[in-house]
């Protein structure tokens, strides 16, 4: 039939270029909290504990209202949710450079920034896993290499403009800028290949794959009965515990150390970099070894680089440790929605992902701000990072114990 012909570019593959440049924008401007840190310390005079605070509100609000954006994506697709994305994410870094006060830092930052946040993982990855059937690890890969891009650009590119202009330009440039590739990218998403007569990439047939209104896998309800659901739940708080406390708080450690700022964020931008290959290459790997094997791959490598941060002290020492965590940190980043799939196909990928993502998020509220609290108490991160191995190993003996969802269907 005419209308199921594979057009010579598969329109999937416009929604992954998409879907990496929102994860470009979403996570690199994130990355950059830790740069701005110590000059908000400087010009503010507040506790470590007290901005930490902030970016945890920010990632709480990511998670909740995550949650949202996956039952509207389920039910309206992706195109409007991404355009209230930017104009919030924007929005909420344009009124960064007019902080004066603590309350101002938690609603702008807090609530603005991480509702414009909620949706760049929600909604791109679970559009992803309906617009391919077959390779779906290896997409969302792609698509989350976009988000070690960021990581890598991003923060160099803040640290130059804070070096030329301040931290409160600075804003204003990352705002407008997030907010204006936010609306124009929204522009190209498509809820999944039917809208577009197409079918999913690796579908042989129409008959083949589900349709919009009949989608395969388990209910919320259904998913949230079985024991995987909440063991998945638990792992992945445990993981963005340890991976947001070490993306706000390796830049002010590793200046504590005495690295130049410059220093400290090739530190950052390492992890982003090396992510990419974390994320490209446990994504792709995930789809011929399962997402259990790769999420286990992944907390022994995170295991061994705090190991390893308990004794780092020196220059080399940080980028040794980047590099190996970084890779651990692009992998599970690119698992979760995959591993959502397998074990309860994409009927409410979007909301059962988003509550996945949600538990994960109170993880990554609670870790920087505890991190903070630690530090402000104790003048050391030292307490603070054995926390994340104890974390780091609790999470890999949950992965153990996964094992398949026995149906997928409507049951």
Known sequence: MSETEKPKLFYGYVIVAASFAIQWVCVGTLFTYGIFFKPLLGEFGWSRAMISGASSLAFLFVGFMGVFAGRLNDRFGPRIIMVVSGLFLGGGYLLMSLLQAPWQLYLFYGVIVGTGMASHDIVTLSTIARWFAHKRGMMTG?????TGAGQLMVPMIATALLAAYGWRTSYLVIGAAALILFVLLAQLFRRNPQQMGLLP?????M???????AEQG???????????????????????????????????HATDAGLSATSAAGVLATI?????????????ASDKIGCKRAW????????????????TQELWMFYLFAAVYGFAHGGFFVLVSPMTAELFGTRAHGVIFGLIYFAGTLGGTLGPFLAGYIFDITQSYQIAFWVLLVLSIIGLALILTIKPVLSHTDG
Do not use: D, N
């Not at 990439?201 to 047939?205: D, K, R, V």
């Not at 008959?207 to 209104?213: D, G």
């Not at 286990?296 to 004794?311: N, T």
């Open 218 to 252: 388990l209910s919320l309800h259904q998913a949230a009965r079985t024991r995987q659901f909440w063991t998945i739940c638990l792992a992945y708080c445990s993981v963005i515990y340890c991976l947001l406390t070490i993306i706000i708080h390796i830049v002010p």
């Open 142 to 146: 792609v698509v989350k290499v976009g």
């Open 272 to 284: 982003g970099g090396v992510s990419m290959a974390g994320r490209f290459v446990m994504g792709t």
């Open 201 to 205: 990439y690796g579908a042989e047939s």
């Open 296 to 311: 286990v791959i992944c907390f022994i490598i995170l295991i061994a680089s705090f190991f390893w941060l308990q004794i």
């Open 207 to 213: 008959e083949s794959a589900p349709s919009a209104s």
